[in-house]
């Protein structure tokens, strides 16, 4: 099952790490995420929304612990002034990393440092939530809360999006089926549809089928709404004017001619922006820290660009003075497009950058099985050391200085933590261990002191890796060989087409958002560790451009993801109105 996971490019923490002192206080058994969640005392939103300067008026609750931030309140906040922290991590691995969990685990020390954090985290999908994670707003004691409201229709921003794409999907096919005065070739389409549902037998269909009025019979498929165009749009966007002038700028297919054609000529960018009205605006909720928390988009970082959006993160700026922001999966991939995409089009300033470790993970990138990681195993930590290093000094070709989160397990032993501590010092990187789960923004405490320390030192000097008047072919490869370490590009004769036909289009300057495996630096994610001699397969190129970059997927990378043969959902239910079975 793992393997058909990997190859749909899924990272899936599975736990592993049950802090025995976290028990229930009458049955004396470990609690899950969900109960510790379930039993907080949570502040009314009115309450959050008061630590970052806005009254009643300045928000729009959806309940007694939600609220959006209307977009009219959020420009008039004011230029970012807050300091801007980056959660990034090593190359994940089924042990688990815990990205999530360190982030609410710092903001919330952070926040007992008497600064006045914000984080800025994406909203899970409810393909993953359902498939094999079971929930992504942390863990234990450093959550995101309401939890299950998070992790499952939160305020509806998934379904807009959904929605959206779904629509411009059916005026398209409207559109070839009368008149097609675009003269767009149905076998020349880009633009799939979207489901916000791991279901593989969705990845290639046929649509069109059932007579002449059933439409004009051709290939289709879906793709995850996280991986849609429109999630990404809607994550760069600056406002309803930019949001629909980017609708407008998709390229939904090709003529005869192999000209492209833009969604433009399709008429409808007003009514997907209406669809997307609340949605654009942030999400407020709170950690069990009672720090506030912007909940924001969600885009995946193997196949898309891995971030929250960017007027979450703009409004966090100005009204906190740290935001602590995280990037999916391993630095290889969601750092980079946080730095290359993110950054460059938000003109953001990040000035640190931490990098979540596990020993566990170590273990299984020096060459332990996932079933024999409790045992101690200094060796392998130091085998596997390579991958940590590799992610720390490609962070700081970005001009951004790291520091190292140890996420402890209670199974690590003090010679494993010593050795991946004493390997962080010989490369110049400070590692300091946390416990987020078990100790909440308590267990993070010597971490937010390593941050601050970076914040107050000035050293950062954030650049993107290329230039943007670089060619797609060139910015593709200094990827591959600068961050993944690869010896070169592959790129399939069709995908060298396209990059071909996308610089004609005017998409030569666009950063390029690579899609591959987060298992391993190389496409082939049974490659763990620091991989070497491998060259990166680009088998097709897609354009995004109204999101403004340019999609290469690599490998065997797929945008819809399938379901195990016992996906989490078979473990979720409803009893007396309480969600459970999420973790």
């Not at 390579?386 to 402890?408: D, M, Y």
């Amino acid at each position: 099952m793992l393997e058909a996971l990997r190859l749909c490019g899924f990272q899936f923490d599975f736990g592993a790490r049950r802090n025995p002192d976290v028990r229930h206080p009458r049955s004396g058994h470990i609690k899950s995420d969900i109960q510790i969640a379930q039993e907080a005392q949570l502040l009314p939103i009115q309450e959050i929304a008061e630590k970052i300067g806005l009254g009643p008026k300045d928000i729009q609750p959806h309940g007694h612990y939600k609220a959006k931030i209307p977009l009219e309140v959020a420009r008039a906040s004011g230029g970012p002034d807050g300091k801007l922290v980056l959660v990034t991590g090593i190359s994940p691995t089924a042990a688990g990393e815990g990205k999530s969990t360190v982030s609410v685990g710092l903001a919330d020390a952070l926040n007992l440092r008497e600064r006045n954090p914000v984080l800025c985290l994406r909203e899970p999908s409810l393909g993953p939530v359902f498939g094999i994670k079971g929930g992504a707003a942390g863990g234990g004691h450093s959550q995101v809360v309401p939890m299950e409201e998070i992790n499952l229709h939160f305020t509806g921003d998934f379904h807009a999006i959904s929605s959206a794409h779904g629509l411009l999907s059916a005026v398209l096919d409207n559109h070839l089926y009368r008149p097609n005065t675009l003269g767009i070739d149905p076998t020349r389409l880009t633009w799939p549809r979207a489901i916000d549902m791991n279901d593989r037998a969705l990845r290639n269909v046929v649509v069109g089928l059932g007579g002449r009025t059933g439409g004009v019979p051709r290939q289709d498929g879906f793709v995850i709404t996280a991986a849609s165009e429109i999630m990404a749009i809607f994550c760069l966007a600056n406002g309803t004017a930019d949001l629909k002038q980017r609708i407008d700028r998709i390229i939904i297919g090709y003529t005869r001619t192999g000209d492209p054609i833009r969604a433009e000529g399709l008429g409808v960018s007003g009514a997907m922006a209406a669809l997307l009205k609340d949605a654009v605006s942030p999400n407020l909720v709170q950690t069990l820290g009672g720090t506030p928390a912007l909940i924001h988009g969600g885009p995946f970082a193997n196949i898309a660009h891995g971030c929250n959006s960017l007027t979450a993160t703009r409004v966090g700026l100005s009204l906190g003075d740290v935001v602590v922001t995280e990037a999916g999966f391993g630095a290889d991939l969601g750092a980079e497009k946080f730095f290359d995409i993110k950054c460059r089009f938000g003109d953001l300033n990040p000035e640190a950058a931490v990098i979540v470790a596990t020993v566990r993970a170590l273990k299984m990138n020096g060459g332990k099985g996932k079933n024999d990681l409790a045992s101690e195993d200094v060796g392998a930590v130091k085998r596997g050391f390579v991958n940590l290093e590799a992610h720390a000094k490609n962070v700081r070709k970005f001009g951004v200085p790291p520091v190292v989160a140890i996420n402890r397990f209670a199974t690590d032993t003090d010679a494993e933590i010593a050795a991946v501590i004493d390997g962080c010092a010989a490369i110049g990187v400070r590692a300091v261990v946390a416990d987020p789960w078990g100790g909440g923004g308590a267990g993070c405490l010597e971490l937010a002191d390593a941050v601050a320390e970076i914040l107050e030192s000035g050293e950062a000097n954030y650049a993107p890796l290329y230039p943007s008047d670089m060619g797609l072919i060139e910015k593709m490869d200094t990827v591959a060989r600068e961050i993944y370490g690869a010896d070169g590009l592959d790129i399939h004769p069709s995908a060298a087409k396209e990059i071909e036909i996308l610089e004609a289009a005017g998409l030569r300057d666009s950063p390029v958002c690579i899609a591959k495996t987060q298992y391993s630096f190389s496409d082939d994610p049974a490659l763990l560790g620091r991989p070497s001699d491998f060259r990166i397969h680009v088998r097709e190129v897609t354009p995004s451009a109204g999101a403004g970059f340019v999609v290469a997927k690599t490998g065997a990378i797929m945008t819809m993801p399938g379901l195990g043969a016992a996906p989490s959902a078979m473990g979720v239910d409803l009893v007396d109105g309480v969600v459970t079975g999420l973790f």
